[in-house]
């Protein structure tokens, strides 16, 4: 009787599944299919769940990774009575909250947006290591791949680091149907091959017949009883199970079946049966949001501190005022300074090691547990990862990400270690703010701004030590500048950020001298940008001058520019940035070649006023 009831709603996930696609006429039916009988039996005898409260800390967590197969995670949802019929019928419908891949924007239940294959493994894995070293409730992290995205590194560099941390909270259920988008995968129904790969990252692997209910049942029921390492199911299954037209085909992959009538009749027409899922075990969060006084570290005027210093001591005091604030870091937390929260907060720490993906990953997984993550690495190695903080702003997460060793300023290193990309990468993120201290004081009191702000967060901080230009009290709004130069006498504006702040200051008192007053703007705020400021000195001055040590396209130039295309005249803008591809030299000999230090500033401002007056 359990074994027909769960073949009649893996049927009925089917034809659902069927059905949606028909009536948005694009989709995934296929995809979905294969999987029906591996989601049946969880949803009907092994995960915990109260839809009422997807809040509820004791929760288990489900991430669909294949998420084009976004029907049968829907189907599931009317299974369960968190949705009903005629929304499900509206699925890919301009409105419907029913998306051709699921996220967490529209749906409560959805942990995490998905469709870029390769990422649900790893950000389950965030997940899994929240509910064991963090949250400690019990939960357990379900992720459903398909076969296809076993060919991306992420899902390996996830496998490493969950066999390393023993996550036998953690089970992954592959669906192995052998058929990706253009035909045959790798290795086809090896699942052999697939278990040797996850044996070699210590997960015990178990390989079932994915359209036998009983066995992946017992599968399951194993993988729950499994201590000190995570588990893997390789199903074999069949892509289009059940309907002979399209069952096991090639080139029906993200496309309706031809004549769905005929297909719901084969699979044995609508059903309406529901499933009541088991409801998790009371639990209590044991962290908040807010703690205690936060007191920031306090630098002296006239002091040399690097940025990336004031970061990682900022980070720790942030960490003793609030209970949820965890870190997680690259394997260079001794150069981002996150070793500073690693010592003080060893239990909210987290290496990642040189797994950029992962550790992004990650840190959306514990976002979505309620936990406030900054994620470190250089500047240069975010780019790594641009696939996943995309990803985690289409799914609303809030995040801080942390760049350091920016700009060319970094000196003997070379390119391969500079940021140079990265404003132009997070600006172009969706509700990002971006972030550019230029001192320890105005460092510390972003990172602590960080926490407040919604969506992707990022911060870029300097290897070299600068000096503190602003005390202790000053303080830094997102969406602000600071003016540190201005006079009536104005003829020109630079505009700097991080440590071209020093430059232009530096340029500025120069000039002064000749009588050639500058104003300088610090636009430590790159996204939002302060407009009204900037149109004030463009009013003023006439002229904009950017500087900044990144390249011309993306950053901080184009964020001023910017602020002015709303239909006004434009004033006349120029920009130094990096142009050239930087070797090896000293930080002063690499800002100058690159043309953005004080010397470079004086001889773009002469020229540029000089044209002004003929």
């Known amino acids: 009787m359990i074994t027909r009831h769960l073949i009649d709603l893996a049927q009925q996930l089917r034809v659902d599944s069927v059905r949606a696609a028909a009536v948005a006429d694009s989709g995934h039916p296929t995809s979905s299919m294969s999987a029906a009988d591996l989601m049946a039996v969880l949803l009907a005898h092994h995960l915990r769940y109260d839809f009422e409260r997807p809040a509820h800390p004791a929760n288990d967590r489900f991430i669909l990774s294949k998420g084009h197969a976004s029907p049968l995670l829907y189907a599931a949802y009317r299974a369960a009575g968190a949705i009903n019929e005629t929304e499900l019928l509206t699925f890919r419908k301009l409105g419907s909250r029913l998306e051709g891949h699921p996220t967490p924007r529209r749906l409560p239940w959805v942990e995490t947006a998905t469709g870029s294959l390769g990422q649900g493994l790893p950000i389950g894995v965030g997940v899994a290591l929240a509910g064991q070293r963090l949250d400690r409730t019990g939960y357990r992290v379900w992720v459903l791949c398909g076969d296809s995205e076993l ?123 529901r499933v009541e899922v088991q409801p998790p075990p009371a639990a209590r969060m044991l962290h908040t949001g807010q703690g205690g006084h936060l007191e920031l570290p306090r630098y002296e005027i006239g002091d040399m ?57 990650a840190a959306v997984g514990m976002a979505t547990r309620g936990w406030m993550p900054y994620a470190s690495t250089f500047a240069a190695f975010l780019t790594r990862a641009h696939d996943f903080i995309r990803m985690a702003s289409i799914s609303g997460s809030g995040i801080n990400l942390v760049g350091s060793h920016a700009g060319c300023a970094i000196g003997q290193d070379g390119p391969s270690q500079m940021g140079l990309e990265d404003l132009a990468m997070f600006r172009s993120v969706y509700d990002s703010t971006v972030l550019y201290p230029c001192d320890a004081n105005q460092t510390a009191k972003l990172v602590a701004a960080m926490a407040g702000q919604e969506g992707i967060r990022y911060l870029r901080t300097s290897r070299g030590k600068t000096p503190v230009i602003y ?99 434009l004033p006349r803008l120029a920009r130094l940035a990096v142009r050239t591809m930087p070797g090896s030299a000293t930080p002063a000999q690499q800002v100058h070649a690159a043309g953005i230090d004080a010397e470079s500033i004086t001889a773009a401002a002469r020229l540029l006023v000089e044209h002004a007056l003929v």
């Open 305 to 361: 501190v690097a940025t990336r210093d004031a970061y990682g001591q900022a980070l720790a005091a942030l960490g003793s005022a609030r209970g949820d604030i965890v870190a997680l870091d690259g394997e260079v937390g001794d150069s981002t300074r996150t070793d500073y929260f690693a010592k003080e907060h060893p239990d909210r720490y987290f290496e990642c090691y040189i797994a950029e993906q992962l550790m992004v990953a």
């Open 471 to 569: 005390g202790p009290t000053e303080e830094f709004p997102v969406g602000g500048s600071k003016v540190l130069r201005a006079s009536f006498k104005d003829r020109l504006t630079v505009v700097a950020a991080g440590i071209t702040v020093h430059e232009a200051l530096a340029a500025a008192d120069a000039l002064a001298g000749e009588g050639l007053h500058l104003r300088v703007i610090d636009l430590y705020s790159v996204k939002p940008v302060d407009r009204g400021t900037l149109h004030e000195a463009a009013n003023r001055t006439g002229c904009l001058l950017t500087v900044e040590d990144h390249r011309e396209e993306g950053g901080l130039g184009d964020a001023v520019l910017d602020a002015f295309l709303d239909g006004r005249p």
């Open 151 to 273: 060919a991306e590194g992420s899902v390996w560099e996830a496998a490493e680091h969950a066999g390393y941390e023993h996550l036998d909270n953690l089970t992954a259920i592959v669906d192995v149907n052998r058929l990706g988008q253009r035909g045959p995968t790798r290795h086809g129904h090896d699942l052999d091959a697939y278990a040797r790969r996850f044996q070699a990252f210590d997960w015990h692997a178990i390989e079932v017949d994915g359209h036998d209910v009983d066995a992946i049942d017992r599968a399951y029921t194993e993988a729950e009883s499994t201590t000190g390492r995570p588990t893997v199911i390789l199903a074999r299954t069949l892509k289009g199970k059940g309907v002979g037209a399209v069952q096991d085909r090639e080139g029906l992959h993200g496309k309706p079946l031809p004549d769905p009538a005929e297909a719901i009749a084969e699979l044995g027409g609508v059903r309406d049966l």
